[in-house]
Nanobody, 118 residues
Framework: VQLQASGGGSVQAGGSRRLSCAAS????????MAWYRQAPGKERELVAT???????VYADSVKGRFTVSRDNAKNTVYLQMNSLKPEDTAVYYC?????????????WGQGTLVTVSS
């Protein structure tokens, strides 16, 4: 199983960015899809999650600005980021909890850098 994250880049404060993370390989079912981020010098933190039933959870710092969604047919999770702030600058990682035919396991994407300038 491989996860390919994309959509990162540079944006000015107040702007928007849409991240995507597509999974490929031996995938039978995906439970929770999530986005994490890690800012320079800080620990990785949870940004948003979405379950197979489309229930979502957001970090307080992004509520009302970020929206997580998923396309099960494409094994893809998205993160729409609006009203971006400099403190949103980080490497964003996707994480999928999936059944690969043998076991449930967590898989991580390679990370995509989002830089927000003031």
């Amino acid at each position: 199983v491989q996860l390919q994250a994309s959509g990162g880049g540079s944006v000015q404060a107040g702007g928007s960015r849409r991240l995507s993370c597509a999974a490929s390989g031996s995938i039978f079912s995906i439970n929770v899809m999530a986005w994490y981020r890690q800012a320079p010098g800080k620990e990785r933190e949870l940004v948003a999650t979405i379950t197979s039933g489309d229930s979502t959870v957001y970090a307080d710092s992004v509520k009302g600005r970020f929206t997580v969604s998923r396309d099960n047919a494409k094994n893809t999770v998205y993160l729409q980021m609006n009203s971006l702030k400099p403190e949103d600058t980080a490497v964003y990682y996707c994480n999928l909890d999936l059944w690969d035919g043998r076991t449930w396991a967590d898989y991580w994407g390679q990370g995509t850098l989002v830089t927000v300038s003031s």
